[in-house]
């Protein structure tokens, strides 16, 4: 099984052994531990290089970690390949995921009818969905998150991953309550500084928010 380091660390990159080659249809490598954050969780997967390769995707299966190459040919298993993560993408994927976390605490604090089912962090598509309802139109309810968005801004709360004696991972920003969570973050929300959201829609008991950052 793979260690997941981006589970524990914010470093982008290491030397990791191959654990196993497939040269098929989609070649990928498989490593005794990796940097790179597979796709999953409403957020897309890590950039980066291994071996001096760009890594085209990278997917969670079975507990594993598949890094997907272009060639895996000259490569060999047992071989020590240097690991390096895209930080440009992975700072950017990381500002979207902890925004979505920020709104759903902000919006379940100060409307206690909605409760946060579903995220999705993806860049031009991120969104947080809400169940229950909200007395307020989404014009007034926009401009009240978003007022909300800049003070979590301008205090700039700590991010903090968090572990049980079992080993379960938590996010939690500020003191609010901490969620369970596998993706990467920011370490603080002073850094959000164009973190807003962009378009509110209810329908059907559920109220999906819009954001960008």
């Not at 001096?52 to 060639?71: C, F, I, K, Q, T």
């Not at 700590?158 to 004696?165: A, C, E, R, S, Y």
């Not at 969570?181 to 559920?206: F, I």
């Amino acid at each position: 099984m793979t260690y997941k380091r981006y589970l524990f660390e914010t470093a982008l990159g290491g030397v990791a052994t191959i654990a196993e080659l497939s040269d098929g249809e989609r070649p990928y490598v498989k490593l005794d531990q990796t940097w790179l954050h597979p796709q999953g969780g409403g957020q897309k997967a890590d950039r980066g290089i291994i071996a001096g390769r760009p890594v085209l995707g990278v997917a969670h299966v079975d507990g594993d970690v598949l890094h997907y190459l272009e060639s895996v040919a000259g490569l060999r298993v047992g071989e020590e390949v240097a690991v390096e993560v895209d930080g440009a993408w992975r700072q950017a994927n990381a500002a979207l995921h902890t925004s979505g976390h920020l709104i759903a605490a902000l919006v379940e604090t100060r409307f206690p009818t909605l409760k946060a089912v579903g995220g999705h962090h993806w860049p031009d598509e991120a969104r947080v969905e809400f169940a229950g309802d909200c007395m307020l139109t989404p014009e007034d309810f926009l401009n009240v998150l978003n007022e909300d968005i800049a003070k979590a801004v301008e205090s700039n709360f700590p991010v903090k991953v968090l572990f049980d004696d079992d080993a379960n991972r938590t996010v939690q920003i500020g003191d609010y309550p901490a969620v369970p969570c596998g993706g990467t973050h920011l370490a603080r929300t002073g850094v959000l500084l164009d973190c807003v959201g962009v378009k509110v829609k209810a329908k059907s008991g559920k109220l999906r928010v819009r954001y960008q950052a």
